[in-house]
Every structure is written in C-alpha cells, then in structure tokens.
C-alpha cells in the first residue's frame, strides 16, 4: 500500500511539475524574443492560447460574431472544450493535476506548513470560508458579463495566473500583480486561497462534480472512519461523511481515495454507483 501511494503522489507530482516548466518555457522564450533573443525551438506561443479559461470568455464572442476575442486563438477554445467533457466524466482534473497556478499554491502551502505549522489552515473561521467560497461564482459571472460587454479580455487585468508567468514583461497589470502577491501570501496560510474563494474557471468546473459520472465514493462497509481522507483534502471536503463526494469545491486531485490517503483497498475510489454496490 505505501509503495503504491508514493507511486501514484509522483505520477501527480510529475504531470504537475512538467506543465508548470512547459507554461514557464512558453513565458520565457515569449520574453526573449521581446527583449531581442530569439531562439528556433520551441516557437513562441501565448499564454492565452494554453489557458482553457480564455475559451470561456470568448464563448459569448465566437457564438455572436463567429470570431474570437483579441488575443485569445482557437487552442484556448479546444483545451475549453477538452476541459468541459473529461469533467463531466471524471470532474476538474484539470484544478488537481494540471493547473500550474493551481501546483504554485499547493507548494507554496508545503512551505507554509512547515514555517506556520500552528498557523496553517486556522486562519479562516469556519463559518467565514463556507461564506468566502460562493464568491468564486460571483467572480464568474462578472469576468463572463464583463467580458460580452467590453468585447475584450478583461480578466487579464486582475488574473494571477498571467501575472506568475508574465512578470518579467511590462505587459502584466499591476491590479494583476497584487492579486498574485496576495495568492502568494496567503498560500502560506491557507491551502489553495485562489482555488477556493476566487477561480472562476475552478467554479466552472467544480460545477460538473454534481453530475459527473465517475464520482469519487467512499464504501460504507469498509470503512474505518480514520479521518485519513478528510485530512488529506487540500478543499477541507469531509469525504468520511458521505457516500459520493459531489462537493462543487472537489478539485479531483484523488488525494483522498484508496492507494493515496485512504488505507483501505477500495474503500474511497473513483467509480459508478453501480460498481461499488456489486463490491
């Protein structure tokens, strides 16, 4: 069992080391080529093109007028789209394994746990962050208003995951560069802030887990009621409390199943109703 939790943690660790080094190569050589240096591999691509986000913006855009907004390319729209349908399948991977903003701040927690460990995660009263995560659904709204009346990418201004990558460019606004500043602080507080309160892509996605087809479920029978899950968590959902996790806030990082957190073989797995009542 403990061979195969490390297996799986550096299977993930792995895919979210490589895209965050693969989005932080794009971001450089973009830089080079701005300051004079060009390089002939890999080409230059905008950031905006490998955020599936920016899909979501110009949803309103494309369906009007056939085109997309400025400075966002049809890449965006497709990663959207692949985005939407394995959430709908297996929920927001995309949050748990592939998000570079979203690792950022999952590392930058491991460090805070360490220099705050009487401090971590106990910042935030309870009541206070039931209350704080319905406002990343606000933000949603507004970015997709905002965006359909402005006709432009207006989330850029305030948007962390541009900053991380564009800082050493004068193209990042300094509303943005605050916003990430304060990710970056509270990360060390409060496991994954910019998940948990503001993502309006996060709260997109996180939408798709009250439909989703593969749940995580948690088999009553077997269960020892250790708690292992709930802590594992980084969005503090208590999966020892219920059958299927459908929790909007489930990033799908698959932390709390059985070869992970869970000590018991197939007990919290990833599968249909069907499956773990035949179990």
């Given amino acids: 069992m403990n061979k195969m939790r490390r297996k799986t943690g550096k299977v993930r660790s792995a895919i979210q080391i490589s895209v965050f080094a693969g989005v932080m190569v794009l971001a450089l050589v973009k830089w080079l080529k701005e300051i004079g240096v060009v390089i002939p591999w890999p080409p230059e691509i905008s950031l905006h093109a490998v955020c599936p986000f920016g899909g979501v913006v110009t ?4 369906f009007s007028t056939g085109a997309f907004l400025p400075k966002l390319h049809s890449a965006a729209f497709i990663l959207m789209a692949l985005g939407l349908v394995v959430a ?16 950022y701040q999952e ?8 220099l705050f460990p009487k401090a971590y995660g106990r910042i935030i009263p309870a009541k206070a962050d039931r209350w704080l995560r319905h406002l990343r ?8 208003y905002q965006t359909a009346v402005a006709g432009k990418l207006i989330f850029q201004e305030v948007d962390p995951f541009y900053a991380l990558f564009n800082f050493m460019t004068g193209e990042v606004a300094l509303s943005a560069l605050l916003v990430l500043l304060a990710v970056t602080v509270l990360s ?9 309160y503001l993502c309006p892509y996060g709260a997109l996605l996180g939408l798709f887990n009250l439909i989703r087809v593969f749940p995580i479920r948690r088999r009553e029978r077997t269960c020892t009621h250790c708690g292992q899950c709930d802590r ?3 969005m503090n959902i208590k999966v020892s409390k219920t059958g299927a996790v459908r929790d909007p806030q ?3 990082c698959n932390k709390c199943v059985s070869g992970n957190a869970c000590p018991v073989v197939d007990t919290v797995s990833i599968s249909t109703k069907e499956r773990m009542d035949a179990q």
Avoid: D, M
């Fill in 59 to 62: 949803v309103y855009e494309f």
């Fill in 88 to 103: 709908f399948f297996f929920g927001p991977v995309f949050c748990g394994y592939f998000c570079p903003l979203g690792s």
């Fill in 107 to 114: 590392w930058l927690g491991k460090l805070g746990r360490k």
């Fill in 137 to 144: 659904y606000g933000v949603l709204a507004l970015v997709l």
């Fill in 188 to 196: 060390l507080i409060v496991e994954r802030p910019w998940c948990k």
């Fill in 232 to 234: 594992a968590c980084p």
């Fill in 250 to 252: 489930c990033i799908s």
